[in-house]
């Protein structure tokens, strides 16, 4: 069974401050990991994703995650975060079965206030 | 493009009633996921649908049962609802091309049972 734990629930920041947003999955096999976002009374939306390739993925709104495998994280950075950026940010992980189909895996949630 | 799309946005029903709720995946995309989030959680995978059958299920009693019509569009029905099937339940759509697809998700429905 796959699984994922994020560390962080609650985070509170400054703009300009810089973010990491921790990302531990459990899965035995090959998965394709996602980081999504939920802005206040808006929908969940995709902010970047990793299939293969590049462990480093970029994402919309300069967003970035880096695949470790061998420590089976994918955590998500931003360099300076903006009051824009306060949101719910959750990761996802899918393993990828024979069948070609995947169900996909979401964490609690971190909530991310950033303060002017 | 219309993205995703659900209907009702808010539902109120009562224990023991049973509850439609409708997705209309995004445009061209072949396979409807439901999932359900309750408060302070993340979504929850309840089960997915291509070529109108149910593909995988995830962790849901046979309470939850769903369809998947001809133009891709779903339901997901719930029956005997209790206290606990509170949460807002949302529709994801994708392509199946393979392992890689990536799923859009719609708005969700809020549903309150009291």
């Known amino acids: 069974a796959q699984s994922v734990s994020q560390h962080n629930h609650h985070v509170i920041l400054s703009e300009a401050a810089s973010l990491e947003l921790g990302c531990n999955y459990s899965?035995?096999?090959?998965?394709?990991l996602f980081w999504y976002v939920q802005y206040p009374g808006q929908h969940l939306q995709l902010l970047l994703k990793?299939?293969?390739?590049?462990?480093l993925v970029k994402g919309i709104k300069g967003f970035e995650a880096e695949f470790i495998k061998s420590k089976f994280s994918f955590n998500l950075r931003k360099p300076s975060v903006q009051w824009s950026d306060t949101a719910e940010y959750f990761c996802a992980v899918s393993g990828r079965y024979s069948g070609g189909y995947q169900k996909v895996t979401f964490g609690i949630g971190t909530k991310l206030q950033v303060i002017p | 493009d219309a993205g995703v799309t659900q209907s009702p946005t808010h539902l109120i029903k009562t224990r023991g009633q049973q509850v439609t709720l409708r997705c209309s995946p995004k445009s061209g995309h072949d396979t409807v996921s439901w999932y359900q989030q309750a408060l302070g959680q993340g979504p929850q995978f309840i089960f997915q649908?291509?070529?109108?059958?149910?593909?995988q299920r995830g962790n849901f009693p046979d309470r939850f049962s769903g369809h998947q019509f001809p133009n891709y569009s779903s339901e997901l029905n719930v029956n005997a609802l209790w206290l606990g099937d509170s949460a807002l339940y949302l529709c994801?759509?994708?392509?199946?091309?393979?392992?890689?697809?990536?799923?859009?998700f719609g708005p969700g429905t809020r549903l309150t049972v009291l």
């Open positions: 899965y035995g096999g090959t998965v394709n």
């Open positions: 994801a759509s994708s392509l199946s091309r393979g392992p890689t697809d990536t799923q859009y």
């Open positions: 649908y291509y070529e109108e059958e149910e593909r």
């Open positions: 990793y299939f293969s390739g590049d462990p």
